[in-house]
């Protein structure tokens, strides 16, 4: 049987082996809980963790006493936001946001909005993926308490202007939340660290296990803002209870360890790939590209090809490519990618798009084959549509 093709490394990556290695003691022999202060079980665990988190401050440029693990992104999304809901500003809160974020931001905000009375700005995208710093300034109120944006977009890998957005807000006394899940091991982290007072990663993103995340907060001021919503046991300076996931943590150190050690060089042969797969799929008659045109991920594209639907291409790869329309949380969806319509694509083509997300197992073989096979299936869904037949009469 032939290898499936892997081309959804933005949904999740596998772990690398010796992320698993470095784990699995922590999974058998020293398997203490670093709460058990009275025995070198519980000792033992306690160093791992200590010596885990010492290496992803030190790697990610932050300070060790200023990380909280949760268990993922959307965990970490939904602490950041929560806090800042009415009872941290009991005259009303506004955030500020992004059209396309990640449905763990645009949820919760709906949440917020419904439950809590909070007010939620939707900023608007231009059609390269880029939200406008004058409709950022616009947007300002004097009850604006946070800035949510995403440092990279995981369906089409557009990285917003941090820097610019940053800027914008100093000496307002309004918080930045960075959603840098995407960006993790893929690009620099350290120029928008040093703006964000609080950011969140996700280690399942960059060859880690899944369920262990983090969440970085700048200062003291940011962490008076942060409300805990897991009470029990006193864990985590009491921000977020519950038992730590040595193994998880252990396991987040290396897959950083090893997803930042050989960054660039990584990424240089990452965008190698990636933009041969994307000239590749652009031969293909009429595709597109979106978000081509604003700074990127290097691992990422998403082309449109009119005339096919990305559902019916979807199920024809699926023997063979995995590849994905979009966000794997919001696969269920039946609407258009609201990422793809927020850039003003028409819906017809945001549900002919397909997202193509690589990572550091791909190998050129696979993006010729995956380009061929792509090519056969487009051609093959296009001779059974008649408006496909009509046009070509
Ligand atoms: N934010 C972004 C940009 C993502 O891509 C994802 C996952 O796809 C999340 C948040 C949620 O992360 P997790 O799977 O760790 O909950």
Redesign the pocket.
């Known amino acids: 049987m032939q290898k499936k093709l892997y081309l959804d490394y ?2 999740t990556t596998p772990c690398d082996p010796a992320v698993v290695d470095a784990m699995l003691p922590f999974l058998s022999e020293n398997f203490g809980n670093t709460s058990s202060i009275h025995h070198s079980f519980g000792w033992l665990a306690e160093e791992a963790v200590e010596a885990s988190t010492d290496q992803i401050a030190n790697i990610l440029g932050i300070s060790p006493d200023n990380i909280i693990y949760t268990s ?4 970490g ?1 939904n602490m950041v936001l929560k806090s800042f809901s009415n009872k941290y500003k009991p005259s009303g809160s506004h955030i500020i946001t992004c059209k396309t974020e ?1 449905k ?1 931001v645009l949820d919760t905000c709906a949440y917020m909005e419904k439950y809590e009375g909070v007010s939620v700005t939707y900023l608007n995208v231009d059609t390269s993926g880029l939200i406008n710093l004058n409709d950022l300034k616009a947007a300002l109120r004097p009850e604006t308490v946070l800035l949510a944006i ?1 440092y990279a ?2 369906e089409t890998g557009v990285i917003q202007p941090i820097q610019d957005i940053a800027k914008i807000i100093a000496d307002q006394n309004i918080f930045l939340f960075i ?1 840098a ?2 960006a993790l091991g893929k690009v620099e982290l350290y120029d928008a660290l040093e703006v964000a007072d609080f950011a969140c990663f ?1 280690a ?2 960059a060859y880690g296990p899944k369920g262990i ?1 983090l969440v970085y907060y700048k200062d003291n001021k940011a962490k008076k803002a942060l409300h805990s919503f897991i009470q029990g046991g006193g864990q985590q300076k009491t921000l977020r209870g519950g038992t730590i996931n040595t193994p998880g943590i252990v396991g987040f150190a290396k897959s950083i360890e090893l997803s930042c050690e050989n960054l660039s060089d990584d990424m240089i042969r990452i965008t190698q790939l990636r933009d041969q797969l994307e000239e590749g799929l652009l031969r293909i008659e009429l595709s597109s590209s979106n978000g081509h045109s604003a700074p990127r991920l290097p691992n990422t594209c998403n082309i449109s090809f009119p005339f096919v639907n990305g559902a019916d291409l979807l199920r024809a790869l699926s023997k063979d490519i995995a590849v994905s329309n979009g ?3 919001n696969a269920a969806s039946e609407n258009p990618s609201h990422v793809l319509t927020a850039m003003r694509i028409d819906p017809d083509l945001a549900f002919s798009s397909l997202r193509f997300s690589i990572g550091k197992y791909t190998s050129e073989e696979d993006i010729i084959k995956t380009i061929n096979i792509v090519d056969k299936e487009v051609n093959s869904l296009r001779e059974k549509n008649i408006l496909w037949e009509r046009r070509k009469n």
């Open positions: 933005n949904a993922g992104s959307t965990e999304i990640h763990a995403m977009n995981n959603d899940t995407q996700s399942h993103k995340g966000s794997a949380c």
